[in-house]
């Protein structure tokens, strides 16, 4: 993170600690502002629009919990450090229960303010664009709780916002977990057809032959156990949209009518002799590479172009980890007042702890994590020791970086830029050029990687 230009107020009644501080963070490359005592800095706060506070707790005339108070009362939104020479948790509690980002005790390891310092100012501009964009996107654009402003979330949710105006097949790819039901009810809730029916269905939960009957009805005797006469998905969705979940798992017989019933828009229900035009958008997701399927002869290719008219891919979360505090904080929200817990939020290392778990599970596991924390935490903030997690969370997110050097054979040492090239031209060798599986591979969006090739030289 880029830290000049960046505006922090250092408040301090001991000069020669303040004069100190000033030189390292002006070395830093902070633009630097003063105030000696709570008073001036609750002043100075009113008039200037500073990134973030360094405050000393105990000075004479305003202590630094009382302006605090007043400061936060002014601009919730501002990052406030405290310093404090007493390491009491007491103090530390106090601090976080009035709204200060972390605290350290002195004398400061400099190191430490420095990182403290970048989170603080991360955490804060998270929150700002994420208002920034449920002020322009929200309000023209139902996400149905998606939340994220990734790079990588921003472009696929610009990207839904234009697919949902069409009537366009779509195939929505990602591991398990990311959210593609969610992605295709945004789909639908934003398009022509969202006063119609949004059907889902499973492929994988029901057996060949009662999804047959499931996607395209069935008449009365039509089979042992069939007492009555059944309207199929298909009928229910008409007008509408039907989502066809894990779609992989679907049985080649199935998949054969299933192709029929979109090319020829129209459905015979099981035991019945008469066509029935249907007039319904297909939304499919899965967590598999039906590229590789196709290849091995476990998907149709036919079936395969006929869904992937629009291919979506969502990114699992350890690639885009600047989402999981937006995240952590919206389900603590919603979990706290289901469970009518007064919880105010997480600790700087209960969010350090999140952000760096590797989550396997995706944004379900995250999800299970922070209402398991709600329910069984006794405190007004989630700590590290509140979150249980599926695997052993000590592998840290530098160490995983690690791991993927090392898995793709790349001399230590070698600049990251040329490693990232290599990683890119590697991937679309293995997948015979196929960009929307490179992209799906990588964890990227299909424009990055167009943009990635175009400055490698390799694609106009």
């Not at 490359?29 to 405050?55: R, T």
């Not at 696929?156 to 195939?171: F, G, K, N, P, R």
């Not at 229900?269 to 319904?280: C, L, M, T, W």
Request: contains cysteine; hydrophobic residues 40%.
């Amino acid at each position: 993170m880029k830290s000049h230009n960046k505006s922090v107020l250092v408040v301090d009644d001991d000069d020669a600690h303040r004069t100190v501080l000033k030189a390292v963070l002006k070395g830093w490359g902070y633009d630097i502002h003063e105030a000696n005592d709570g008073h001036a800095a609750v002043s100075k706060v009113k008039d200037n629009p500073f990134d973030l506070v360094l405050m000393d707790i105990r000075m004479l005339r305003l202590s630094g919990i009382e302006a605090l108070k007043q400061i936060k009362f002014f601009n919730p939104a501002i990052p406030i450090i405290i310093m404090t020479a007493y390491s009491s948790v007491e103090t530390a509690v106090e601090a976080l229960k009035e709204g200060a980002y972390d605290y350290l005790t002195k004398p400061l390891d400099f190191d430490e303010l420095r990182l403290v310092m970048e989170r603080g100012m991360e955490h804060s501009r998270l929150k700002e664009e994420n208002r920034f964009l449920k002020q322009t996107l929200g309000d023209r654009f139902d996400t149905r709780n998606i939340i994220g402003r990734s790079p990588a979330m921003v472009q696929l949710m610009e990207t839904v916002a234009q697919v949902a105006s069409s009537d366009a097949t779509v195939l929505i790819t990602g591991d398990s977990g990311t959210g593609k039901e969610l992605v295709a009810g945004a789909i639908h809730f934003n398009s022509s057809r969202n006063e119609a029916p949004f059907i889902k269905i499973n492929c994988a939960a029901i057996t060949e032959t009662l999804l047959e009957s499931e996607l395209f009805g069935h008449e009365k005797g039509a089979f042992t156990g069939a007492y009555r006469k059944k309207e199929g998905r298909f009928k229910k969705a008409d007008g509408g949209t039907l989502f066809l979940d894990e779609i992989s798992e679907m049985h080649p017989t199935m998949q054969v009518k299933l192709l029929r019933a979109l090319q020829e828009r129209e459905i015979t229900p099981v035991g019945g002799e008469k066509d029935i035009q249907i007039d319904v958008r297909i939304v499919a997701a899965t967590n598999k590479n039906l590229v590789e399927m196709v290849q091995q002869g476990n998907f149709r290719e036919d079936l395969y172009y006929r869904l992937n008219v629009i291919e979506l891919h969502l990114p699992p979360l350890c690639r885009r980890r600047e989402d999981i505090p937006l995240i952590a904080e919206h389900f603590l929200t919603k979990f706290k007042e289901k469970n009518k817990k007064n919880i105010k939020g997480f600790t700087p290392k209960a969010m350090d702890r999140l952000i760096r778990y590797k989550w396997p599970g995706n944004v379900r596991e995250l999800i299970n994590v922070i209402e398991r924390g709600v329910i069984l935490t006794r405190s007004e903030y989630l700590d590290t020791c509140d979150l249980s997690f599926a695997q052993n969370d000590s592998e840290s997110l530098a160490d995983t970086e690690a791991t993927l050097v090392v898995d793709h054979n790349l001399e230590p040492g070698r600049p990251l830029a040329e490693a990232e090239k290599q990683v890119i031209l590697n991937t679309m060798k293995a997948t015979g050029g196929n960009k929307s599986e490179s992209a799906r591979r990588l964890g990227i969006t299909r424009n990055t990687l167009r943009k990635k090739l175009k400055e490698y030289g390799v694609m106009e």
